[in-house]
């Protein structure tokens, strides 16, 4: 039997980043389909600048220099 993969849920948290939770192993919600759509959307990306998670390719992508970007910080992260 196939196990879920681990999701957290909670808040962003700055002092336990999203990067970290994904580092670790675990999903968290993209947050910008949070705060915009109020949808939750498990992703494993997460912005090199803010350290938040994203939908990639909807909101942020790797292009710049194979560091995660999302939309909020654009390619200056």
């Not at 389909?33 to 090199?48: G, H, K, L, Q, S």
């Not at 220099?65 to 992260?77: L, M, P």
Request: aromatic residues 8%; proline residues 5%; positive net charge.
């Amino acid at each position: 039997m196939a196990t879920s993969p681990r999701v957290d849920l909670s808040e962003f948290d700055p002092k336990r980043t999203d990067r970290a939770k994904i580092v670790d192993g675990v999903a968290v919600p993209c947050r910008i389909c949070e705060a915009v759509f109020a949808r939750i959307r498990p992703t494993w990306r997460y912005c090199a600048k803010c350290e938040k998670g994203f939908c990639e390719g909807e909101h942020g992508n790797f292009a710049i220099g194979g560091r995660g970007s999302c939309i909020q910080c654009g390619k200056h992260a």
